[in-house]
């Protein structure tokens, strides 16, 4: 039985078990699936996440457009050379439709692209040096300028930051990032949380933190208010991401990446790139609801093709392992939530304490969770803390860190707490023991634990896309792509991919680990996609080419 005839439809409660990243038939083509939101569905951009990357993009694709204001007030916020340059920006034009490689030029600071850096100037001036001014930017709507664009994403709306609970640990844990720092274009944070009545302590502006599940809740509201939700496909897992091109449906293979079918240069392939999305999508009564069992759900098939491709999926669904044997056994778990869920189904006191290896920022909130829970902890780090990230921190905005930073380096002490430093673990046994060997001495040591989290970061998971793609998709061509040591290798002022045309990316998989800079790369990829379609349209005579019958 075919995977198209197995799973067409699948109303049992049973989530497919067996989907592959690229479903083909007997012939080694891949399946022409249906989109389940109408075959008339026409997207010219098809957005794969639903995190703050692809809200803020969705935000301006629907025809929400940026001016620059003027900065007479806030001279000495803005970058000089910027300043400069802005001061032949016209008022009257978007910066959608302006040159934002000229404006970008030379910026610097704690994103590595130009075009985040430009944003965040613009709509946070002077946020570095602490300063809260109004935003130089004005936003202005019109219908005429809305892109057709489908969002998929595989949980509801808001990428890591969805179904955080404010009764959890998880959801009560706050933000690193200041507040006004995590709002999106046109809806303010603070003013949201008022309406809600929630009891943030919201009246420092400069320290203001917002809590997990006051984001997650901001997100969801934001795209219900600026009418987003019509381009949201929620709960869509997408299986295949494929090259096509107009010599023909199938003229790259992608297992080989070798072309089927000649073209005439390869500037014509650059206009005539298309690309495929594949997937499955959980129906639901309620599009909202996130349970993990699908009883009574539908399960639908999609495909869509379109000439723009945006990856926005983060960089944290993949949580990054030790490979060190017994690291498979159901003590061991390796994310913050999968620590509280454990913590949650099991009822013992705990006599042994919890471990947590890591020494970054996810594994002191996991140690802050357990000191809550009164929870006797071992902390395990590979690391000394000299080059530590939590000397970027102010001890002022962030006392709860700096508690644990004081921890792991003894400078004070709890009775629940404890540490090892610049060990490693060697392996998990079946009686819950940890073995640690001293990375100074080699002597090794043995904890036993009741439960171990390990958290050491996480990578993206991009085995959807087509091998000839991803092979060479990061800055270091055949390396595994993440969010810090191999991004995706972009044109800085597009975000375009260098060497896919028609392919983008966002937010950490291209080094903007932070929702204040994924902003500007919103800005950069719809003002890449809004030129092409102008040019398009000119070069069509005053309209938009639709995709080819045969790509349907």
């Not at 969002?151 to 998880?170: A, D, H, M, P, T």
């Not at 943030?200 to 809740?217: L, V």
């Not at 001890?395 to 707490?417: I, Q």
């Not at 060990?423 to 998990?428: G, I, K, N, T």
Request: net charge negative.
């Amino acid at each position: 039985m075919d995977w198209k005839a197995s799973h067409k439809e699948d109303s049992v409660g049973q989530k497919p078990a067996s989907l592959p990243p690229h479903h083909k038939n007997q012939n080694g083509n891949h399946i022409d699936c249906q989109a389940t939101e109408g075959a008339n569905d026409s997207p010219e951009v098809i957005i794969i996440g639903n995190g703050p990357s692809a809200i803020c993009l969705s935000y301006l694709l629907s025809g929400n457009w940026p001016f620059f204001k003027g900065c007479e007030d806030a001279t000495l916020a803005v970058d000089e050379g910027l300043q400069a340059r802005l001061q032949n920006v016209h008022k009257d034009v978007s910066l959608v439709e302006q040159d934002l490689a000229y404006l970008s030029d030379g910026l610097e600071g704690r994103s590595p692209n130009p075009v985040a850096l430009l944003f965040d100037f613009l709509a946070n001036p002077g946020a570095d040096a602490g300063a809260r001014l109004p935003s130089l930017l004005g936003w202005h709507f019109s219908p005429a300028r809305e892109v057709p664009h489908v969002v998929l994403g595989r949980k509801q709306v808001g990428g890591i930051w969805q179904n955080q609970n404010e009764k959890k640990c998880g959801g009560r844990t706050k933000t690193v990032s200041l507040g006004s720092w995590m709002e999106l274009p046109g809806m303010s944070l603070k003013d949201w949380l008022k309406e809600t009545n929630s009891n943030r302590q919201t009246n420092s502006e400069n320290s203001f933190r917002a809590s997990m599940a006051d984001i997650s809740g901001y997100y969801r509201e934001y795209v219900r208010r600026q009418n987003l939700s019509r381009y949201f496909r929620n709960h869509s897992t997408v299986t295949s991401l494929n090259r096509l091109t107009a010599a023909g449906p199938r003229s790259f293979d992608c297992e080989s990446g070798e072309a089927e079918l000649g073209f005439d240069s390869q500037q014509r392939l650059r206009n005539d790139v298309l690309w495929e999305v594949c997937g499955y999508r959980i129906i639901h009564g309620d599009d909202d609801d996130d349970d993990d069992d699908l009883g009574g759900r539908r399960v639908e098939e999609f495909r869509y093709v379109a000439p723009n491709v945006v990856l926005a999926t983060g960089a944290y669904d993949v949580p990054r392992s030790l490979r060190v044997p017994g690291e498979n056994l159901p003590f061991v778990v390796h994310s913050f939530h999968d620590l509280e869920r454990l913590l949650e189904r099991t009822s013992a006191s705990y006599d042994d304490p919890v471990v947590v290896v890591g020494g970054g920022l996810t594994a002191a909130d996991a140690i802050l969770m357990l000191r809550q829970r009164k929870t006797p902890t071992v902390h395990v780090h590979r690391r000394g803390t000299d080059g530590s990230s939590y000397h970027q921190l102010s001890p002022k905005v962030y006392p709860e860190y700096h508690e644990v930073f004081r921890l792991m380096n003894s400078e004070s002490t709890a009775e629940w707490y404890s540490a090892y430093s610049s060990v490693d673990v060697v392996c998990f046994t079946a009686d819950r023991d940890v073995v640690l060997r001293c990375r100074k001495t080699g002597c090794e040591t043995t904890v036993r634990a009741s439960a171990v989290a390990v958290l050491v970061g996480s990578r993206p998971d991009l085995s959807f896309v087509c091998p000839s793609v991803l092979r060479d998709l990061g800055v270091e061509r055949n390396g595994e792509v993440d969010g810090k040591r191999n991004c995706v290798d972009v044109h800085r002022a597009s975000y375009e991919s260098v060497r896919h045309p028609g392919l983008y990316a966002l937010g950490p998989l291209v080094g903007d680990q932070m929702v204040r800079f994924v902003r500007g790369g919103a800005l950069a990829v719809a003002s890449h996609v809004w030129d092409k379609r102008q040019t398009k349209r000119s070069d069509d005579g005053g309209r938009i080419t639709q995709v080819p019958e045969e790509f349907r």
